[in-house]
């Protein structure tokens, strides 16, 4: 033991005069701030990062920011550290850190990361937001103000307090208050607790716990009663919560199934490869967004339009090779269409790919909307909730508004009578299945912001849809969309008591019951078209 | 009488001749690869059927063993469970192959498990599991609880100072058996049970909203709270997406993944998940030339810049390599003496060490816990001081508390009990009888 440690000692003491001509040299403190930071061990990380940014560099932000980002590393033969710009893939584009001179490509294996845990990156945040603190622009003091919560310790009051006084927007200044309030909580300050009884941010309401469970009788009551306050607010909060949870699911579950209100419901054709439609569409996405690198947002806007090309065309093909053979028999188009969506499914695995395919989210989609500390939106599914208003709105105006539409309806309720008028049934019969097969990529389009874009995705929709469709009546859109929505609320309600799984077989359940009350579902056609 | 005899000599002259010849050129090594090429799991599983091959190229390249080639017979069992039984009597009954490299999931196994065992086949299972099971005819290369839930948790407890657990899998065998032990683990080492929080996802979720919400609350209770997932498959990428929608920061809760490797990260943008942690015993990202080397033959052999390795890939690396030093050892390819040779078996890993067959044909494995960074790598943060051997009967569940396996003769058994020393049924028994 005594001769590994003065071993090792030696050894710190060599490499240290080994780095001392290099820095001597060119007399950039930097350097040595950063050679101490990659060579600390655990326990003396936190004074290198104390010591880089007490140093006023103005590099240090960048510094400590890469070092969070996992972006500072050794090169293994000199030990220089270096900033690494781009860390994908077998070599790493490395810069200097003391210049931010490019040094090129380097191979991984001469690089040595230097280390970092959640920890030291928790304590990091800390020192950013410290320093965002005294950004220009308010949304940026308001978030660090917000990433301080929690992270207040006795060092940083101070500097908290100074910057409350000069503090100008109300915003910031309740947000530093709060930082405030939870470390004084923690210290067992009453009116600290007054502060943080408005708030509905979870790490107030986890200083108030901690102080409930705490020693403090004083504090403990009235941490409770703050306690009681802010769940009646989270109460409302929450409600609000499951009913855009419900909204969500239900505006996928009306998407998946509204094409195939078309197909199924108005034409009546068991379209087993509908679900294989939407993957169509959510694979065009992926098309677009390889041809569009780096403009994902684009790339998605564009596949609006393709995606239903694409599955129209898709389904076209479809129909006329298929299914016009096998009208009038549900039976056989049932099976000749599942072999269809095998097809599809294996035609993506080999041409494409098992795997599944990556499709980004672009910026203004991520994220979500925040209302108060206890409710927010997720972007994504709020795009997908409108999406599908949309998509139903347009779908309503072609049925009810355009030539299409009444040949369509004129054609469903008698066909025979429609083609003595003059309409042409076989065309209008591949206009409609084109109609429902588009309105499924542009389902694939949304669903690729939400869920995984790979072979199987279509499976794990078809099933919802069909559901969707029976339960709201079958030839009637407006069934569809309610059908959808409420299945969607109904499952959401249940999912915190029930569980996910369980959820799913009740409403299944729900479903069967309801069929056997209702055979012709929520919205039954009515009059002699429904007999026929 | 004198003619018979001479074409009777004559006969077996050309017969031994003939058996001559045959051992002359020395028939190939045939190398069965049971994996689903398509499906559900042709995702994960396609990649593990390019390792074999690609390790048997390579062995070729060397000489393969003994002198003789080795060949691969590739079925796919379409991710279907039964089909899985079926194919495995194809590959032993027909195809007569020496070895089998293959399964995902545990109800594959258990459904190929009596198939092997009857027809005394060679199995080389590359996936972590649940344990509860030690057969003498299956080789298990993939982390047992021991080698990945009870040491995460115990970092988790230790160097974070987590006291509240999610316990969110998906509603299969594994995460169930899982959540089972490290529920009884955390009860044992004084955590309340209004502190622990389980929940069962159907394969595939995709709408995670309500769950993540609920994880959410239940972490601002103002003890610090990490999520244990064991959540398997794709549905991990919506799960992480709507963490990330949520503003879920892995400093306020951090999620500790069984299941997520590099394969699946590759489907997600990382960036706002840096932080969160996976436990694995190998990660692409770590530091040693045999990994490296091994990444570049692989990249190679895909023909894809961008292909990543994940930790079954690296079990079947060592599975592959531990049979092929058991028949140099054992000097032929029959199942018997292979069985024998291969205990004690020691070959490097990827991550710098080393890994032997144990008796309980479970191996030893050093377990790593990473940190996801924003380029989809791992970043190790701790990992354990030496290797850990894989425990088949877990020590944590009231049933397999006794148990012990130990194949080696005299007492070749995977189900010893230590209380009344006796040795139960074997695994393909137990799993014919669950069906």
Redesign the interface.
Known sequence: MGILRSLTLLLIALASVLSLPATAQDEDPGEQLLFNLAEAPASKVEEAINAIVSSGDERARGWIEAYG??RLSRIKDTGQVVLVLN????DWEIANPLTGENMGDMS??EL??V?????I??QL?GILAMLDLNAADPDVREASAQDMMGKVDASLVAPLEARLEQEGSARVRNRIEEALAIYRVGEGNLEAIDVLAGSLH??A??????A??GDNPALATKAKQALGTIEQKLKLNRAA??LY?GL??GS?LVLAAIGLAITFGVMGVINMAHGELIMLGAYTTWGMQQLFPGQPGLALILSIPTGFMVAATAGIIIERSVIQYLKGRPLETLLATFGISLILQ?LV?TVIS?????V??PEWM???LVINDAL?L????LYVLAFALVVFATLMLIMRKTRLGLEVRAVTQNRNMARSMGIRATRVDIMTFALGSGVAGLAGVALSQ???V???LGQ?YIIDSFMVVVFGGVGNLWGTLIAGLSLGTIN?LL??WA???LA?IIVLVFIILFIQKRPKGLFPQKGRAAEG | MTIKKHVKIGLSALALSVSLNAMADEHPIKVGILHSLSGTMAISETVLKDTVEMLIEQQNAKGGVLGRELEAVVVDPASDWPLFAEKARELLAQEKVDVIFGNWTSVSRKSVLPVVEELNGLLFYPVQYEGEESSENVFYTGAAPNQQAIPAVNYLMNEIGVERWVLAGTDYVYPRTTNKILETYLMDMGVAKEDIMINYTPFGHSDWQNIVSDIKRFGSAGKKTAVVSTINGDANVPFYRELGNQGIAASDIPVVAFSVGEQELSGIDTGPLVGHLAAWNYFMSVDSDANYDFIDQWIEHTGNDEAVTNDPMEAHYIGFNMYIEAVKKAGTTDVDAVKDAIIGVTVPNLTGGYAAMMPNHHITKPVLIGEIQDNGQFSVVWETPSTVAGDAWSDYLPGSRDLIADWRKPMSCGTFNTKTGSCGASAGEMAAADE
Do not use: Y
């Not at chain 1, 860390?87 to 077998?90: A, F, T």
């Not at chain 1, 309401?205 to 901690?210: G, M, Q, T, V, Y």
């Not at chain 1, 997720?378 to 599914?381: A, G």
């Open positions: 980002n996992n860390n994908r893939g077998r991984r294996r040595d990361r280390a970092i845990n959640n920890r990156r928790g945040e979870p790490r309401r986890a200083a108030l716990n901690e409930v469970r919560e499951t949870f969500s699911l996928v294996q695995r098992p795997q599944n395919r990556t980004v989210t991520s994220g979500s927010s997720t972007l994504n599914r939400l869920t995984n790979g072979p199987n794990n959401q999912e915190p569980g996910a799984v799913k």
